[in-house]
């Protein structure tokens, strides 16, 4: 298979006049972005009209969504999941089913179709936990990271931005080998892993980071070598952390210690690392993830899908740790309900309303979404920042009826995907009215890709 990564479109020279704007403390009515090699170059405020040339966009513009953390093929798991009762682990033999009848070719065009959903939903950049790396039978490819690549071409068609953070997944479980589902994640050692992931390149679309898919998944003695090869590159390095209480009991039995303290251990913790998930943790594990600035990634659809549990998000953010959010599994790709459904979710914990500000929940939905896939200068309205943008209706049978005053609000704790209007990368539209305009007709090849891997 031959791929070629075609990225959005060159960056523009481009003016967009927006009814309203988010400048990361109050919508402002009435302002105009220059964008300048596919960059915010100026922004004038007090504007009440389009000016002669300029784009209008009428809503609520935002900065650019990001999605701190996907697996693109569960997108085919969506629905077929929902039949029977079970737990995360019943869930884990469907999801494998899935990945064992991935080709190149074929996870190109699912992962085209979900990221082109992605867009449609305001997204514009996407942190894909990537583990799906040779043939079923652990046999290399002719090119080792052909189904990164396919990754990375996808999300250049689709028009957003990538970090693929390659993942190392080495072993079932505490000193078990990988089963029969796992040999194609394997790359049998970390070194090997950082052998094939060196060869991975990235470009202006593209950031290339690293991922321990959990400490059950990677030998403790070899979590420094994944560690360090993020460092050296200072990559972003995430982790799927206590997801699950039989990962950490599994890990005290094993280790003496939580998979926190066992990852503090082998230098894994750090600002450049996020934790995904971060569910179940003790008052040291949460201290010892503030105190090194590791970020903390919330999936709540997600989490709550798979019955995971509630993880202490706000209790980790006063103690250091950045909050980021991601639709993992895409049970829904819906930002805007992942960031009400994580201060919901603290409310149903608490039985306390008000635990974050429409702006602080838009900002995990953002600037400090991009900045966990190592862009911290994406995620504003501001000059020199990417000109990535979307634009929430506020009209619709959900946005009508607030005063522009309460757009972030009513964005936060109102809108769906389906209000997003525009989305715009570099300066260039990908979403136009609610239309992508690089993939005619995103529905069918959403059902395409997925009719075709369940056969």
Not at 217 to 246: G, I, N
Not at 257 to 286: F, M
């Amino acid at each position: 298979m031959q791929l070629t990564t075609r990225a959005p479109g060159p960056p523009v020279t481009a003016t967009y006049w927006m009814s309203h704007a988010w400048l990361g403390t109050h919508a402002e009515p009435g302002v105009v972005l220059d964008v300048a090699a596919g960059r915010i170059a100026r922004v004038r405020t007090g504007v009440q009209t389009p000016p002669p040339g300029a784009t209008a966009l009428r809503g609520l513009t935002l900065p650019g969504l990001a999605n701190t953390h996907s697996h693109a093929f569960h997108r085919a798991l969506r629905a077929t999941v929902q039949v029977g009762s079970g737990t995360f682990w019943t869930w884990r033999e469907l999801m494998y089913r899935a990945a064992a009848g991935l080709t190149p070719d074929t996870y190109y065009d699912l992962a085209r179709a979900t990221y082109a959903e992605m867009a449609l939903a305001g997204i514009t950049a996407v942190g894909e936990f990537h583990y799906l790396h040779h043939g079923p039978d652990g046999t290399r490819y002719a090119d080792p990271n052909a189904m990164g690549e396919a990754l990375i071409a996808a999300a250049a068609e689709a028009g957003i931005r990538i970090t693929l953070l390659d993942t190392a997944y080495l072993a079932a479980g505490f000193g078990e080998p990988p089963n029969r589902h796992q040999l194609r994640f394997s790359d049998t050692t970390a070194d090997a892993w950082a052998e094939r992931a060196s060869l991975l390149k990235g470009d202006d679309h593209t950031l290339i980071g690293a991922a321990i898919h959990s400490v059950r998944a990677v030998p403790a003695e070899q979590l420094a070598t994944v560690a360090r090869w993020a460092e050296e590159r200072e990559a972003p390095l995430h982790v799927h952390l206590s997801e699950q209480t039989a990962e950490n009991d599994a890990c005290r039995a094993a280790h003496g210690r939580t998979p926190t303290r066992l990852l503090a251990d082998h230098g894994v913790l750090g600002p450049r690392t996020t934790g995904i998930h971060n569910t179940h943790l003790t008052e040291e594990d949460i201290s010892l993830l503030g105190s090194s600035a590791t970020g903390t990634c919330m999936c709540p659809t997600t989490e709550r899908d798979l019955a995971d549990g509630i993880g202490p998000a706000k209790a980790l953010q006063e103690a250091g740790s950045p909050l980021s959010l991601g639709s993992d599994s895409h049970a829904v790709v819906d930002l805007f309900e992942e960031a009400r459904a994580m201060e919901l979710n603290e409310r149903l914990r608490t039985h306390i309303r008000g635990h974050w500000t429409a702006a602080a929940l838009l900002r995990a939905a953002s600037a400090d979404g991009h900045a966990a896939l190592g862009r911290p200068d994406a995620g504003t309205l501001e000059p020199g920042a990417p000109a990535d943008l979307t634009t929430v209706a506020l009209d619709s049978v959900r946005t009508a009826g607030p005063t522009p005053r309460l757009a972030a609000e009513t964005a936060v704790f109102a809108a769906s995907a389906a209000d997003v209007l525009h989305t715009v990368v570099a300066g260039r539209h990908i979403v136009q009215d609610g239309r992508h305009t690089r993939i005619e007709d995103v529905p069918h090849a959403l059902a395409a890709a997925v009719a075709a891997l369940h056969g």
